[in-house]
């Protein structure tokens, strides 16, 4: 039921309805919608929702003076989407490109689509393999361990465990780990888990409490974002929409989304970091089984389901922190009033807030209230997400397509692989339709056409039909 709601919401609630509507923005909802339908989590669609951002930033860049802005945008933002999640295509996809395109002409979709596909399909390329798509192997501590993160009933795996070893966006490697590790208070934040602040979760975290109010369990549920949402990366995409002037340029709102895509997939790696280094258990546990000074409550269970992750630090606060750090340093100010819905709690309608400030730290302590972080976990999520941004921000520019940190380990297809070198001499050879030492036709394999130009020039496509 949930989800009919939240697809609903998203199909009524379309860019058209908020603030800021154009090509760009449009396309940010057309991921919002296949996360919401594929019951995505916060750290994939994170991940997505970059690929498109990424994705038209470079197209609308690279094609500048060359081609239409909203033409480039749409390419890239329809070719990202239908190879990420071609179930969508015919029906969404292929219909809103078509929509955005009606009045432009064939020439300037020519020149689009000839700049803007190949810059989608090079993305796609370089954000395949990697850490992330690594088996983690990963084991929690044994039952009745203190302070060590264990499987809660009825969870039997751990998720993304393998990002604690994945190589950001924009940071390197290097500079991830040095915010994830960092022991020396002189040079940033120490990120380490409290045991001293337990007993604020035990009564307003309980599902059965009687001292939580009915409002602070609407908090604890309308910034629950799980599955069948747009993820808690995605209401503050929203919140971008809500803000950001409605005259905002293409160049400008894909800037936007590029630099808060970044930040946030970067602050999401560097807190799985310290999540999959300190291994902090989660207060059912800890509840549960006791610890010096506390008596075990065998029955005590939280508002909300518990995440399939370690507790320390949050990550929805992270991307709470990332975000509002974001919009802060693009509109020069905190206290910018807006109100915003949840997809977790389409009956509740929306809430108003006065600064992006207020925004974070209300969904800071609603895990507090759903009984599934403690208060450093959500406190120091916050802190990860403003660290990262200081650090990602300027590294997206104006005028510059973002360039990808290569992965430690890839099984990718880059640029120096043998298929790549054979496809571009076979893409060059087809050039001319010549083979290059007897100047004739490239031979063909027994019973196929010879390759020609019209079957190759596209690297994006690896099926020829024979069709011309």
């Known amino acids: 039921m949930l989800l009919l709601l939240v697809a609903g919401s998203l199909l009524a609630a379309t860019p ?3 603030r800021l509507d154009n090509v760009v923005t449009q396309w940010i ?23 498109t951002a990424f994705a038209i930033h470079n197209a609308v860049v690279t094609g500048a ?25 015919p029906a969404r996809y292929d219909t809103l490109i078509a929509t955005q395109l009606k009045n432009v002409s064939a020439a300037d979709r020519k020149a689009a689509a000839d700049i803007a596909l190949p810059v989608a399909d090079k993305l796609l390329r370089k954000s395949a393999g ?4 690594r088996w983690p192997d990963f084991k929690p501590a044994p039952e009745g361990t203190p302070f060590a993160y264990q499987f809660v009933p009825n969870q039997t795996f751990a998720i993304y465990a393998q990002a604690k070893d994945a190589t950001p966006w924009l940071l390197t490697y290097e500079e991830a780990d040095q915010i994830a590790y960092n022991k020396d208070p002189n040079k940033g934040p120490v990120f380490e888990p409290s045991h001293d602040d337990y007993l604020a979760t035990v009564d307003l975290g309980r599902k059965d409490s009687l001292n939580r109010t009915q409002e602070q369990t609407d908090i604890a549920w309308f910034w629950s974002l799980a599955g069948n949402t747009t993820s808690t990366s995605g209401i503050w995409l929203d919140i971008g929409r809500e803000v950001l002037p409605d005259d905002f340029s293409i160049e400008d709102t894909a800037l936007f989304y590029a630099r808060a895509a970044a930040v946030n997939w970067d ?41 399939s992750h370690p507790e320390y630090p949050s990550g929805h606060t992270i991307s709470g922190g990332a975000l509002a750090e974001v919009l802060r340093r693009q509109l020069g100010r905190d206290d910018v009033p ?4 949840s997809d977790s709690t389409p009956w509740l309608g929306k809430r108003s807030f006065k600064s992006f400030s207020q925004a974070a730290e209300e969904g800071s302590i609603s895990r507090l209230y759903g009984g599934v972080h403690f208060p450093s976990a959500n406190n120091d999520g916050l802190k990860v997400g403003e660290v990262v941004a200081a650090w990602v921000w300027d590294r997206v520019q104006p005028g510059q397509p973002i360039k990808l940190q290569k992965p ?46 019209t079957s190759l020039r596209k690297p994006w496509l690896t099926v020829d039909l024979g069709r011309k």
Do not use: C
């Not at 296949?34 to 997505?48: E, L």
């Not at 807006?338 to 819905?341: D, E, N, Q």
């Open 65 to 89: 003076g060359k081609a239409p802005a909203a033409a480039l945008a749409a390419y890239a933002g329809h070719g990202i989407n239908s190879a990420l999640f071609p179930w969508n295509q």
């Open 29 to 51: 909802n057309a991921t919002q919608y296949a996360v919401a339908t594929t019951g995505a989590h916060n750290v994939p669609s994170s991940r997505w929702y970059a690929l």
């Open 267 to 307: 602050a999401q790696l560097v807190g799985w970091r310290i999540k999959y280094t300190t291994l902090h258990w989660r207060p059912t546990t800890a509840f549960r089984q006791g610890f010096p000074g506390f008596q075990p409550i065998p029955d005590w269970s939280p508002l909300i389901r518990v995440p």
């Open 16 to 18: 058209a309805d908020a």
């Open 338 to 341: 807006f109100s915003i819905a």
């Open 408 to 453: 430690k380990h890839t099984w990718g297809w880059d640029k120096d692989s043998k298929d790549a070198k054979e496809a571009n001499h076979g893409k060059d050879a087809a050039k001319d339709g010549k083979d290059g030492k007897s100047g004739k036709s490239a031979p063909s394999a027994a019973g196929q056409k010879p390759a020609t130009a």
């Open 130 to 133: 990697g850490e992330f798509s």
